[in-house]
């Protein structure tokens, strides 16, 4: 790519945590290599976010901007709300993240150090001290997702990242669009990856380039003989987490979204079951996503079938 055309626009997407979104808004302020552009996405919080924000940034993040959502869109409909803003201005890249990510000063250096490829997506690399905050799986490999950061190298390719970190250039949206906003909440990102992957993106994290994150807690389920994942989450988060796998699978895996993802969500909820409080609720939220997942209903749907944040 051209070096000159490093233009980049961070994107970060807040609702009710106005303690995380100032801790994510010093480390913006503080980076060694400032975005040219701050955009902070609102999605009508009701904690003072959008009144502290106006004032702080006009100290502090000069070139900051606040968009205030008349509704909660979701981290999905954020993002995508945050690019659309992004890319109706001057914007050679996009580094988008949570408002409880805290990135290192140098992250963005570290990044714009490297010879971007603008038909690639590059990423940050989310930790929690010694541990990744996510697991991550390098595209060549079939032992299993990495879990430390020492194990991540300087350059290295990867199915997906999370949305915490990622640089995306402004030709990769203009070939694939926006995030999808019907999913609200969990596995934007991943189905993003995706759909950029079959353009011809490579996936790639900077090792160097560090965002730090709370840790996601997993652990596993054994069933038949083999091993899955889930993750410990609300009700209503579980909701998301089954009815999205549904929908990307549906989308990008076909048939193996009935025979394979739909009867891992239900061994899935063995180990909520066994693992998790609120045994009723985590039932109830995997029950009602299955359901919309295979009819393909979108949006903000938990408060639908009882399931409060």
Known sequence: MNDAKRLVTAIIVTFNRRELLERCLKAIANQTNKPQQVLIIDN????????????????????????????????????????????????????MMDDDAEPCPDALEQLLNEPLNTSNIYSSAAVSGENLAWPII??????????????LRPFMEVSSVPFLGILISAE???????????????????????????????????????????????YPVKILGKTLYTFRMMPWKRYYYVRNRILLAKKHFGLSAYYNTVPASFFRLIGTLINEPNRILQTWATI??????LWGRKGQRHKHWGLRA
Request: proline letters at 4%; glycine letters at 12%.
């Open 44 to 95: 009508a919080s009701t904690d003072g976010t959008q009144e502290w924000v106006e004032d702080w940034l006009v100290e502090h993040i000069p070139q900051g901007r606040l968009s205030k959502l008349d509704s909660n869109i979701g981290g999905a409909g954020g993002f995508a709300h945050g690019m659309e803003i992004a890319m109706d201005g001057r914007c050679d890249w996009v580094w």
């Open 138 to 151: 390098p595209s060549s490999s079939t032992c299993g997702p990495l879990l430390r950061s020492s194990d």
């Open 172 to 218: 990769i949206i203009k070939k694939i669009g926006y995030p999808d906003a019907g999913y609200f909440f969990q596995f934007d990102d991943v189905e993003y990856c995706l759909r950029s992957r079959k353009v011809g993106a490579s996936i790639i994290i900077i090792g160097s380039s560090r965002i730090n994150h709370p840790l996601a807690t997993r």
């Open 288 to 293: 009602a996503g299955v359901w919309d997942g």
